[in-house]
């Protein structure tokens, strides 16, 4: 209960305007209740960001398993792209941009929490792909990460209303083709 309040504060109201009070009177305890489980708001926010890693990496699959890399990009680009634009997603990216020049350690908790993680999943399917000669050697953790933005820049920031919001059909076109166009490149 205490991890879901104070998950609803911090994206409703943001890093800097959420505090320990609002979220133990929400939950109708002491303040030293909370402190007895996290040390402080950063303890308790990177608390939060841990459970909504864990919450969206448990449904990722085993994307390796795909027949071919582009499949196995497909898959990765679909679940990515479901996760990045839940309202929660939205919500606590809005967070990251509004915050982290004052905070820099928010990006920093994110990492921790395990928001690198689809970079590191995406770069051990083009090392696969190079170890079975599909592709080239190349700069696995600088192309994974290109493919990331490629898939998630135009769609995130259409959630964010930097332009109209995607429909399933032009999200599924767009994904089709950010995987085609980022295989295109890394095998040329």
Not at 96 to 121: K, N
């Amino acid at each position: 209960m205490i991890l879901d309040t104070a998950t609803v504060a911090f994206l409703a109201d943001g890093y800097a305007a959420t505090s320990i009070e609002a979220i133990a009177r929400a939950c109708g305890i002491a303040k030293r209740t909370l402190y007895a489980r996290w040390s402080g708001k950063p303890a308790l926010f990177r608390a939060v960001l841990e459970r909504l890693m864990a919450k969206w990496l448990s449904g990722a699959g085993d994307w390796s398993a795909r027949e071919s890399l582009a499949e196995a990009l497909d898959e990765a680009a679909a679940r990515i792209l479901e996760v990045a634009l839940t309202p929660e997603a939205i919500a606590l990216n809005r967070l990251l941009i509004a915050e982290s020049a004052r905070f820099p350690e928010l990006p920093f908790m994110m990492r921790q929490a395990g928001a690198s993680q689809g970079t590191v999943r995406i770069a051990a399917l083009l090392e696969k792909a190079i170890a079975s000669r599909t592709i080239q050697p190349l700069d696995t953790a600088f192309a994974a990460e290109q493919f990331l933005h490629l898939v998630l820049a135009g769609p995130q920031r259409r959630a964010l209303g930097l332009g109209p919001a995607l429909d399933a059909t032009q999200l599924a076109a767009w994904r089709k083709s950010a995987v085609k166009l980022f295989l295109y490149g890394i095998k040329n």
